[in-house]
T-cell receptor, first 114, second 113 residues
Framework: DSGVTQTPKHLITATGQRVTLRCSPR?????VYWYQQSLDQGLQFLIQ???????AKGNILERFSAQQFPDLHSELNLSSLELGDSALYFC?????????????FGDGTRLSIL | DQQVKQNSPSLSVQEGRISILNCDYT??????FLWYKKYPAEGPTFLIS?????DKNEDGRFTVFLNKSAKHLSLHIVPSQPGDSAVYFC????????????FGGGTRLMVKP
């Protein structure tokens, strides 16, 4: 158990809809990261937050947004969903956003778009 | 542009023997490298890491070797056990990357009893 909690585990929805994925980081971790794992792209970094502030952005679509709340949990919002958004979405956390420390991952949310 | 590559999609090893998983990178700004293990329906689990100031790091049965000139790292598992059967990802980050990880495509390791 990594200590990172993601809900829900599975989400099935239709094209055009909007969903929210939730992540609670490990106790004491201030930095949260979101990654997408699709069949053809592997694990890709989306966005990073540290203590409530956006820290870095990767290949995140404009239809996607995220935030980190004062209690440090984070939400990833995906809107105008397309079939290609079907993927596993992982959240990870680390104590600080500085390098040379491992990130610890949750078990992911599997998003299926019908 | 794949900055981190794992060229072997799968590897099969007999129990008790050594497993060697390889990873190549192209970005010379990477200075911290990690290996993660992933079982189905679970998230990646951190295994071992190495900083670019070292060329070897050991933790029990797991050893990571880094060859900076060749931009190559490898994970050695000795002895391999059936419970090691999983997908292994190498990942890299750099000082300027804010701890953002770039992952390889993964290698599926099968350890046969």
């Amino acid at each position: 158990d990594s200590g990172v909690t993601q809900t829900p585990k599975h989400l099935i929805t239709a094209t055009g809809q909007r969903v929210t994925l939730r992540c609670s980081p490990r106790s004491g971790d201030l930095s949260v990261y979101w990654y997408q794992q699709s069949l053809d792209q592997g694990l890709q970094f989306l966005i990073q937050y540290y203590n409530g502030e956006e820290r870095a952005k990767g290949n995140i679509l404009e239809r996607f947004s995220a935030q980190q709340f004062p209690d440090l949990h984070s939400e990833l919002n995906l809107s105008s969903l397309e079939l290609g958004d079907s993927a596993l979405y992982f959240c990870a956390s680390s104590a600080t956003p500085i390098g040379n420390q491992p990130q610890h991952f949750g078990d992911g949310t599997r998003l299926s778009i019908l | 542009d794949q900055q981190v590559k794992q060229n072997s999609p799968s590897l099969s090893v007999q129990e008790g023997r050594i497993s060697i998983l390889n990873c190549d990178y192209t970005n010379s700004m990477f200075d911290y490298f990690l290996w993660y293990k992933k079982y189905p329906a679970e998230g990646p689990t951190f295994l071992i890491s190495i900083s670019s100031i070292k060329d070897k790091n050991e933790d029990g049965r797991f050893t990571v070797f880094l060859n900076k000139s060749a931009k190559h790292l490898s994970l050695h598992i000795v002895p391999s056990q059936p419970g090691d059967s999983a997908v292994y990802f190498c990942a890299a980050t750099g000082r300027n990357a804010g701890n953002m990880l770039t992952f390889g495509g993964g290698t599926r390791l099968m350890v046969k009893p």
